[in-house]
């Protein structure tokens, strides 16, 4: 299980270099403007209809506040969301194995 946990931490975190990449790149190109995408914009590069149709639903099928809190998870920066768990992951599971039993 601790194995199965570290290479989810390291494709988080490979993911997460990949996306901060990226939105260094498109930075540059937009001539030094800061461009960092949310998860809906890198969500929405795959599949516009799906976010779309997930945001209905949220509207729909949860109550009070509950979608507008999700709606401000899925607008932070896409390379932390995937990077932070990555590293906590990492850092749990990494020292765990290390440990003398």
Do not use: C, Y
Not at 18 to 32: F, V
């Amino acid at each position: 299980m601790f194995v199965i946990l570290r290479i989810v931490s390291l494709l988080l975190i490979v993911a997460a270099l990949m996306l901060l990449g990226a939105d260094a790149i498109s930075s540059l190109e937009n001539g030094g403007k800061l461009i960092v995408r949310s998860l809906d914009q890198v969500w929405s590069l795959f599949d516009k209809p799906g976010v779309d149709a997930f945001h209905v639903w949220l509207g729909r099928h949860l109550p009070g506040p509950l979608p507008a809190w999700i709606g401000a998870i899925f607008s932070i920066p896409a390379w932390a969301a995937t990077g932070v768990p990555g590293a906590v992951l990492a850092f749990l599971f990494g020292h765990a194995m290390s440990e003398p039993k």
